[in-house]
């Protein structure tokens, strides 16, 4: 599976858009982006993954760029309970599968 | 109701001692999963089970055997414990050996003293 590259930590204010980026620059044409995020001291929570087609749901939106070797998972309005360490993971298809989590990005939210 | 449910939430013991954790899905969900996440805060696999079979296994020591009684159960049992199997450990699962989303538990704090 391909490797990615996130910041190490991001800040961000209550109530606004945040943007967390993530390189994947030698991601092939069958692995899917994946963005999973871990609150302190709870398990990892899934939010959302993408093909090539930029993703929406009720937690996030994810942008891919053109060129797969780039996204940016955006959290709209974020708040204080989105504090957390943001993974994005690639990984390909197939039926024995296993997700990589790297060092993610801590993203801090403040009032 | 908790979809992936784990115990104990924190096991204190000492080096040398045998000790599970148990872990139980309600979901429906055909694999399981265990992780670990040391001091550093990196989380890796350590074992896959698909309907009851063993499928990943990352190098992880035999003093560790996971075992499935059925699809809904994925137990880790330790033996021997030594210091440097303190970590979080988390279970999880997902509908099929390449699904989408992974659930995972509230994770079980393991301290070896």
């Not at chain 1, 060129?67 to 309970?81: G, V």
């Not at chain 2, 001091?39 to 996971?66: A, C, D, G, Q, W």
């Not at chain 2, 414990?81 to 979080?88: I, N, Q, Y």
């Not at chain 2, 989408?100 to 393991?110: A, M, N, P």
């Amino acid at each position: 599976d391909a490797k990615t590259t996130q910041p190490t930590s991001m800040d961000c204010a209550e109530g606004r858009a945040a943007n967390l980026p993530c390189n994947h620059s030698t991601i092939s044409g069958n692995e899917y982006v994946y963005w999973y995020r871990q609150i302190h001291s709870q398990g990892p929570q899934y939010i959302i993954h993408g093909l090539k087609n930029n993703e929406t749901n009720e937690m996030a939106s994810l942008i891919i760029t053109e060129d797969r070797k780039s996204s940016t998972l955006i959290l709209p309005h974020a708040t204080l309970r989105d504090t957390a360490v943001y993974y994005c993971i690639v990984r390909s298809g197939g039926s024995n599968y296993k997700l990589t989590f790297g060092k993610g990005t801590l993203l801090t939210v403040n009032p | 109701d908790t979809a992936v449910s784990q115990t104990p939430k924190y096991l204190v013991t000492q080096m040398g001692n045998d000790k599970s954790i148990k872990c139980e899905q309600n979901l429906g969900h055909d694999t399981m999963y265990w992780y670990k996440q040391d001091s550093k805060k990196f989380l890796k696999i350590m074992f896959s089970y698909n309907n009851k079979e063993l499928i990943i296994n990352e190098t992880v020591p035999n003093r560790f055997s996971p075992k499935s009684p059925d699809k809904a159960h994925l137990n880790l049992h330790i033996n021997s414990l030594e210091l440097g199997d303190s970590a979080v450990y988390f279970c999880a699962s997902s509908p099929q050996g390449g699904g989408e989303k992974l659930f995972f538990g509230s994770g079980t704090q393991l301290s070896v003293l």
